[in-house]
């Protein structure tokens, strides 16, 4: 019985530095998905260092110098208010990291994959409960949903928000700041975000739990938090990291489509859905494309690069594939 | 069939379920939600009484339970209720019209995206190892990529401003056959090309993955070891057992493609249901808001069922669901 405890501990110890250390090897190696890397690195890093790094504020504006074009002082050229381009797409970057941030903490991890693990681990019941909600969520449009959302929901949120919250110490200001806009927006995609990584992860813990180990750690009288954080979730981390990296592109897309919609962030917050609103009508394009073209091409580069390097990651991190 | 019964009766019995609980929260947040479709109806300088008089007669005053039941019961007998921005015009004289626009020129986007998609995955799956695949599936990946509404803007500004090949929108109808049918004309080149890019993608990844897989059986093997040609080999044993997984994935192509068609009807100016939807919402009408979750949930529900089915007799193990196979 000793012994086999020993030889048991061996291979275990060997196996956990090998994951990060192959992987993140392999996917190094593949120049396409470091390219990836380093686009991605420089939006989020210039959307978290906005402050620092754009050259005027989002809504500096210069009436006497709308529509310029390319310039020293203006690489990107200026918008209709003669605000600087490249500002603005900088302080883009920093609301698609905020929200991206917010949502994928809740409606992904948490809510996700939380629900995810529930479901395949608890089985019965609360499996059918949770993967029917899901499967309404799935069959619908969501755009549908958000647009009843629209219509109903975001005044309510907005008088709350001005009635009650504004006059809060902390809270004031983050509202002045276009507080619930961002609300709306993280609570929007949070609501729908959830349902694809769930079904994920379910799908694997379902296999999982007949595996040998799990039903060795619940011999041994393993708890269900200590059977789900130290055997099931470590084994669909690889799963995790994929979904999560598919669902920040997603998000960064989905931001574009609310504000469309009206649920987005409002004016003069800059968001790369915004600035798309703005440039994409038939005159502008006529006489301006850049206004369309600049936050367009950086949206396409973003987006493109997520889902490169999610294709890339499930290729490094699903042994079956290679 | 064994046990193909259990699950389709299975699947019929969950339906209702869905649909009930899509409509009741609709109806929900249209009663609950602001803007009182009486007071939008009568303009700015309502009078009082005559709001609280209609809201009577509209039962609108009657429990939230009542009034569900009254409007389900109605929509039983095709009765959708009243627009409030078309003034007086029931829904159901003018929400067909809207429904048929939208669906003849999705069903041929549907259409068009596995006509294209489905040989491009096999092809790229062919074509393993060489340039060409992994070319492939970035391009078909920047289309999936890329959001509508930064391509319908973007090709606007190519096909219509800068080379003037298309007109940057509209909607022109025709009669072919007793059908009143707008695919036929130049303008809906856009608006196919914006829906079809990204579902093609979509489908051509999906094929490839599929192929790829079959490639690797034995019995793929089998077929060019006793000296069959290539095509015969790609067309009668890889294609076919690629292709039953696809079937599943129609349902959602189509869902994905109705979505879309909010954004594409909006922007390029189409007559349709997505148009139609989206001016509701700006009016708080909310008949016609109900009326078309009504409708496109029900065609959800029914287009899941319908794959679903399929894919039980396609494919045994999934009606076994766990329980038996795995």
Redesign the interface.
């Known amino acids: 019985m000793v012994r086999a405890e020993a030889a048991l501990e061996e291979p275990l110890a060997e196996a956990r530095p090998r994951w990060g250390a192959t992987a993140l090897g392999r996917l190094l190696r593949n120049r396409l998905a470091v390219v990836c890397l380093a686009i991605i690195a420089v939006v989020y890093l210039a959307g978290i260092l906005a402050p620092w790094v754009a050259p005027y504020a989002y809504d500096d504006q210069n009436l006497d110098n709308t529509y310029a074009g390319t310039s020293w002082s203006h690489p990107l050229g200026t918008d209709e208010l003669g605000r600087d381009m490249l500002s603005r797409v900088i302080w883009a970057a920093q609301t698609t990291v905020v929200i991206s941030a917010a949502v994928i903490l809740t409606g992904g991890l948490a809510l996700g994959v939380g629900l995810g693990l529930l479901a395949g681990y608890a089985g019965g019941r609360v499996d059918n409960l949770i993967m029917?909600v899901a499967?309404?969520f799935f069959?619908?449009?969501?755009?549908?949903l958000l647009?009843?959302i629209?219509?109903?929901?975001r005044?309510?949120v907005e008088k709350l928000f001005e009635g009650q919250i504004a006059h809060w110490p902390v809270l004031g200001p983050i509202v002045d700041a276009g507080g619930p806009d961002y609300f709306l927006v993280f609570g929007a995609l949070a609501f729908f975000g959830w349902v694809g990584i769930a079904r994920v992860i379910r799908s694997q813990v379902?296999s999982l739990r007949e595996s040998e180990y799990v039903l060795a750690a619940r011999a041994m009288g393993a708890s269900l938090w200590r059977v789900l954080g130290r055997h099931l979730l470590p084994n669909v981390t690889n799963l995790i990291v994929v979904s999560i990296t598919f669902s920040l592109?997603a998000v960064a897309?989905?931001e574009?489509?609310l504000t469309?919609l009206g649920i987005g962030v409002q004016p003069p917050h800059p968001s790369f859905?915004a600035m798309?609103?703005n440039?994409?009508g038939?005159s502008t394009?006529?006489n301006h494309?850049n206004l369309?073209?600049v936050p367009?091409a950086v949206?396409?580069l973003l987006?493109?690069a997520?889902?490169?390097l999610g294709?890339a990651l499930t290729d490094v991190l699903s042994p079956r594939r290679r | 069939m064994p046990g193909i019964l259990p699950y389709i009766v299975r699947r019929l019995l969950?339906a209702p379920?869905?649909l009930l609980?899509?409509t009741l929260a609709?109806f929900a947040?249209?009663r609950?939600?602001?803007?009182d479709p009486i007071e939008v109806l009568q303009g700015q300088y309502n009078n009082p009484e005559v709001v609280e008089r209609i809201r009577q007669e509209r039962g609108l005053d009657d429990p939230f339970l009542n009034q569900y039941g009254r409007y389900m019961w109605d929509a039983l007998h095709g009765e959708l209720g009243t627009s409030s921005t078309y003034l007086g015009v029931a829904v159901e004289d003018i929400i067909f019209e809207k429904l048929w626009v939208t669906v003849q020129y999705n069903l041929l986007a549907l259409i068009i995206i596995f006509a294209i998609g489905l040989p491009a995955g096999i092809w790229a799956a062919l074509r393993r190892g060489t340039w060409q695949d992994p070319l492939t599936?970035?391009v078909l990946?920047?289309f999936?990529?890329?959001?509508v509404?930064?391509t319908?803007?973007?090709l606007?500004?190519i096909l219509a401003?800068k080379l003037g090949w298309l007109p940057?929108g509209g909607w022109d109808e025709r009669e072919i056959l007793g059908l009143k049918l707008g695919i036929f004309d130049k303008r809906i080149i856009m608006p196919l090309l914006v829906l079809s890019l990204p579902g093609i993608a979509g489908v051509a990844r999906l094929m490839r993955a599929q192929t790829l897989e079959v490639l690797d059986q034995d019995f793929v093997r089998t077929a060019r070891a006793k000296g069959l040609q290539e095509f015969v080999v790609v067309s009668r044993h890889v294609a076919r057992n690629a292709l039953l997984p696809m079937t599943t994935i129609v349902g959602f192509a189509l869902?994905?493609l109705?979505?879309g068609s909010?954004?594409v009807e909006s922007?390029f100016g189409i007559p349709g249901i997505g148009q139609f939807?989206?001016k509701a919402?700006l009016n708080?009408d909310y008949d016609v808001?109900m009326a078309?979750?009504l409708i496109?949930?029900t065609a959800?529900?029914l287009v899941?069922l319908v794959t679903d089915i399929a894919y039980g007799f396609i494919d045994p193990r999934v009606r076994l669901g766990?329980r038996g196979g795995g």
């Open positions: 029917r499967d309404a069959a619908l449009p969501d755009i549908l647009l009843l629209t219509a109903t929901v005044p309510r379902l592109g897309g989905t574009i489509m469309w859905g798309i609103f440039g994409s038939l394009l006529r494309p369309l073209l367009a949206v396409g987006l493109f997520f889902n490169l294709d | 969950w379920f869905v609980a899509v609709t947040l249209g609950f939600g602001p803007g599936i970035s990946l920047l999936r990529s890329l959001p509404l930064v319908i803007p973007i606007q500004y401003i940057s869902v994905g109705l979505g909010l954004f922007l939807v989206w919402v708080y808001m078309v979750t496109t949930a959800f529900i899941n766990g």
